[in-house]
């Protein structure tokens, strides 16, 4: 078996002032507050999210 390929994001600005469904992609990332961290399994469908909301997140 092959190992899943991960991703670690950090929200870096907060998304107070954005678009609902960029907040809700926040959430969707699994991501609470403004330096949380979350590691997810690199899809088509996280890549797609984490382009969405680029000008928040920072990738490690």
Known sequence: MSEQKTVKIKLVRSPIGTRA???????G???????SESVLQDTPAVR????????????L
């Open 21 to 27: 469904s960029h907040r809700a992609t926040v959430r």
């Open 29 to 35: 990332l699994g991501l609470r507050r403004v330096n």
């Open 48 to 59: 797609g999210m984490i382009n969405k909301i680029s000008y928040l997140l920072q990738v």
